[in-house]
């Protein structure tokens, strides 16, 4: 089992990458006690040269954080063939509970390396850094994630037993099942088509109004519209959206809109809603920072292109399950 492709590149990779974050933890121990962006001491200017160095491989590192979230599904998936009982992603984590905690603890990586390429990418394309303690502050405390991360998914793959008899996603979301996914899914289909439409617009008023004012409560209200945007759009994929990708009015599961039989699309999606959730809430999340003259005009540089990717994500989210809608022989309020 540890022996598969995917198995193996996650391992590989999180290895990696606790190697690279304990070496820039200890780099930042020497940050924190001695950086002082006026002198010019020669300490000072070797200070500097790790900081690019580190900064430079913790941008690799939270890559493959990000990499890893979709590897770790794809490789769920890929294996889920093994298990008896199990049909897509939802049976393998079911065969080993810790992996729901492996898919949950990717996702909060996921944000959170993408936040800090962001803050990394800002703070290093002005004259005076003067992020360079806030950052590195900010990876001591992430740095414990990335080593929960590696335990986890070891106790889960080391953990599957192929003997065992799995649930998948029939029983997971039917709407006897009792449980969150069963009450998105047994949710009634009007409502969630409502409620998904009015976050949509409100979420993307608010993100062309930021798009053409600068005042700062719009960049907080973008920040929550998002937010809320991020999760509504996660319940509807279980409510009603993956009915329309699968053309059936009974299946929900998230995950099987990864396989081949249709044609990969939730990647798209999936990494649409990312891309979406991530610049959007990027000018509201960064909004403190602006107290910083250098930072507040590299932000403003910045801004208008984070909202078009976030637009472009949520583009890119929607437009499957749209096309079926307009296009497609399925009819959900036909049932």
Known sequence: MILHPGIFALFIGS??????????????????????????SEEQLLLE????????????????????????IFTAEEIHSLFIGAMCATGTLNANL?????????????????????????????EDTPLVRMKYRVLLVITPLVFLDLYLQWRFFSGLQPEVITSCCGSLFSNQG?????????????QAVVLFAVCSVFYL????????????????????????????????????????????????????????NYSYVGYPMYVGLFVATLFGMAPGFYQPLRSCPSIDREIVRRERRWLLYSAIGYLLFVIFPLWQMAFGAFRLFGY
């Open 98 to 126: 810790v992996g729901w905690l492996v898919l949950l603890l990717k996702g909060a990586l996921l944000f959170a390396g993408g936040f800090w390429i962001l803050l990394n990418l800002v703070d290093q394309n002005t």
């Open 49 to 72: 040269r790790k900081t690019w160095l580190i900064s430079l491989l913790l941008n690799y590192s939270f890559s493959f954080q990000i990499v890893s979230a979709f590897l770790f």
């Open 178 to 190: 009792g449980s969150v996914a069963a009450d998105l899914a047994g949710m009634p289909a009007e």
């Open 205 to 260: 008023l608010v993100l062309l109004i930021c798009y053409f004012y600068t005042a700062s409560i719009w960049r907080h209200l973008l920040f929550v519209s998002t937010l809320i945007m991020f999760f509504v759009a996660l319940g509807s994929i279980v409510s009603f959206l993956s009915l329309y990708i699968y053309q059936m009015p009974s299946h929900h599961c998230p995950f099987d809109m990864l396989q081949a």
């Open 15 to 40: 290895f990696i990458s606790v190697i690279i974050m304990l070496f820039a933890c200890l780099v930042t121990l020497q940050i924190l006690k001695k950086w002082d962006i006026n002198s010019s």
